[in-house]
């Protein structure tokens, strides 16, 4: 059989499972290590299968997936769109739209499957002998990931039986979404009877009509780890096999805002030397030696008229070029023995912030006395409380600046962080979660200062000061984003 097939990817699910991670935005949009998944199945087709004409289904999404992939024709791929009216229709029904389109072999991926380190270039190699299909097979896979996928049955080299979403698994040979079809599915699909269970045709199901029919349908054995993205916990390990795999190339750029740090910054700068990439200080005019120290240590330094804390976190995040950033305090209350568990947990989650509220690591003379601890607590509680509904996190403290975040987990909130002063702090923890990004709160050291003292809690006059400005723009965004978030749409029509 010809090489020379086309590709066709299915991308009109609605993701209904992934909600409210799918609410913002398609489900084939989502992203695994700052790639979305269609972008990803597009590449997998151009460079492991040299696909260069590519059909995609798409619904109600087809303007966000065209901005997506943007203009593929300079790198010699042809894509097209076509529009599928009535996803609820399900796959099967959504395959057959292509129909008019394609004469010969195609090879059909789902949009919402991560494969990594696959060996999909391996495909073209059974073309030499005769089939209708070729169903992708993972070997040795659990029964419960057999259950939320398809089983497969193998005879001879040959499949003799597929069924979708089995009750009693009697083989560990796993389907995924990945086929190459002779035109013979497209009346496959046409006569295969609606599945009890679902009351659609199936594509599984046309599949397996195939085989009854007496036609030639082939396993093929692929390699690397897949996960079939259905839900929340599917995505999260998604980006945890990817980011795992990858970690050790990324690059950590740290963000230290200073004003008149000169008694610590360059023991924090020598702490965190050799253990990220770059070191960033946004200095605010300091009138000591701050920036001059700061330099010498070998620091980035960018002094400039800043409105605050929060605005000098900002821009020194916007000079960071590392995959992941880091923030800290320039007054040594940090340490960097406590970054290693930051990445870690990084790993499985799109932010990680500390918390300095845990008793036994909390230094003696370190500014968090028991009225702190309970406040910064307190005010956690209420982040909590207030976006109950969007899977937040476990918080108990809004104030700690050591923190970590994926860059391309800060692109998606930094048009929505404005915060200049201290209220910055639990703004960068609201935007993340209203934008359903992970975050994962973990315990660090919380050490006295090595020189100076704390601009926003020096004081029990500064200390409310603090807390009132955190809590109006709590209260505030939360208001503001009910008319944006979680109107229903028929009463934000209304109002419109």
Request: hydrophobic letters at 40%.
């Amino acid at each position: 059989m010809t090489t020379n097939m086309v590709g066709l990817i299915a991308a009109a699910g609605q993701g209904c499972r992934l909600y409210p991670e799918s609410k913002q935005r398609s489900k084939v949009l989502l992203t695994v290590d700052g790639q979305s998944l269609i972008s990803r199945t597009v590449a997998m087709m151009k460079d492991q299968l040299n696909i260069s004409k590519i059909f995609i289904v798409v619904s109600k999404n087809r303007k966000a997936v065209e901005q997506e992939l943007g203009d593929t024709r300079s790198s010699g791929l042809y894509v097209h769109y076509i529009d599928n009216h009535e996803p609820e229709k399900g796959l099967a029904q959504g395959i057959l739209l292509a129909e008019p389109l394609i004469d010969g072999p195609f090879c059909l991926m789902l949009s919402d499957e991560l494969y990594e380190g696959s060996d999909h270039f391996r495909l073209p190699d059974m073309f030499d002998q005769a089939f209708s299909a070729i169903c992708c097979v993972k070997n040795g896979s659990s029964p419960r990931e057999i259950r939320k996928n398809y089983m497969v049955e193998i005879t001879d080299h040959k499949i003799t039986r597929l069924t979708e979403k089995p009750k009693l698994v009697i083989q560990d040979h796993m389907g995924c979404g990945t086929f190459v079809f002779t035109p013979d599915i497209f009346e496959a699909i046409r006569l295969v009877s609606p599945s009890v269970h679902s009351g659609k045709k199936e594509l599984i199901d046309a599949v397996d009509l195939l085989i009854r029919t007496g036609k030639t349908v082939l396993p093929f054995y692929t390699g690397g780890d897949y996960v079939n993205v259905n839900t929340a916990d599917d995505l999260n390990h998604a980006n945890y096999i990817v980011r795992g795999k990858r970690f050790d190339q990324k690059t950590i750029s740290l963000v230290i805002p200073a004003w008149n740090e000169e008694d610590s910054i360059g023991h924090v700068i020598d702490d965190f030397k050799g253990k990220v990439a770059e070191i960033i200080v946004a200095d605010n005019l300091s009138t000591d030696r701050t920036p001059d120290i700061a330099k010498q240590k070998g620091a980035r330094v960018y002094s400039r008229r800043l409105r605050g804390y929060g605005h000098a976190i900002r821009y020194g995040l916007s000079k960071a070029t590392g995959d992941i950033l880091v923030v800290t305090e320039a007054d040594g209350s940090f340490a960097a023995r406590d970054l290693g568990k930051l990445l870690e947990y990084l790993k499985d989650a799109d932010m990680v912030i500390g918390t300095r509220t845990t008793k036994q690591m909390i230094e003696q003379g370190a500014n968090m006395n028991l009225f702190l601890r309970f406040g910064n607590a307190a005010v956690a509680k209420i982040i909590e409380m207030m976006w109950w509904s969007r899977h937040e996190p476990r918080l108990t403290d809004v104030g700690c600046t050591y923190r970590a975040i994926w860059k391309d987990a800060y692109d998606r909130i930094k048009d929505d962080l404005n915060a200049d002063g201290p209220a910055f702090s639990p703004e960068m923890i609201i935007e993340p979660i209203r934008h359903f990004l992970r975050i994962i709160e973990i315990p660090v050291s919380y050490h006295g200062r090595i020189g100076g003292e704390s601009k926003h809690s020096r004081t029990f006059i500064h200390i409310l000061r603090t807390g009132f400005s955190m809590l109006f723009l709590i209260c505030r965004k939360r208001l503001t984003y009910f008319f944006i978030d979680d109107l229903p749409a028929w009463l934000k029509n209304r109002r419109s």
